[in-house]
């Protein structure tokens, strides 16, 4: 059975950070982008950073453009996201998903057909 489980978010103030987490089972995606999202309280869930299966491209929203750093590490099947300068407008369910379908790097969540369950940042100001 596939799974992707997050770990790493929880309750934090502005400015902080926080690193992310996203491990894979069951398979190895080594050979495929990996992406992140969030989805805050009534949102649409949203794109925010993508790597390519080499970890040598990635992709960021403009929202965390410059605060947010995606990696990958292949050995350990693992994806990470590095938050640093946090703001009450990054709170969000952070989900980790991976695109086995598409050669590219999508932003668009429709591409993802793997998806963890989920772990919650919260910034307060």
């Known amino acids: 059975q596939v799974q992707l489980v997050e770990s790493g978010g929880g309750l934090v103030q502005a400015g902080d950070s926080l690193r992310l987490a996203c491990a894979a089972s069951g398979r190895s995606f080594s050979g495929y982008t990996l992406g992140w999202f969030r989805q805050a309280p009534g949102k649409e869930r949203e794109f925010v950073a993508a790597i390519n299966w080499n970890g040598r491209r990635t992709s960021y929203a403009d929202s965390v453009k410059g605060r947010f750093t995606i990696s990958r590490d292949g050995a350990k099947n693992t994806v990470y996201l590095q938050m640093n300068s946090l703001k009450p407008e990054d709170t969000a369910v952070y989900y980790c998903?991976?695109?086995?379908?598409?050669?590219?790097?999508?932003?668009?969540?429709?591409?993802?057909?793997?998806w963890g369950q989920g772990t919650q940042v919260t910034v307060s100001s």
């Open positions: 998903a991976a695109a086995t379908r598409i050669a590219t790097m999508p932003t668009d969540k429709d591409h993802y057909d793997y």
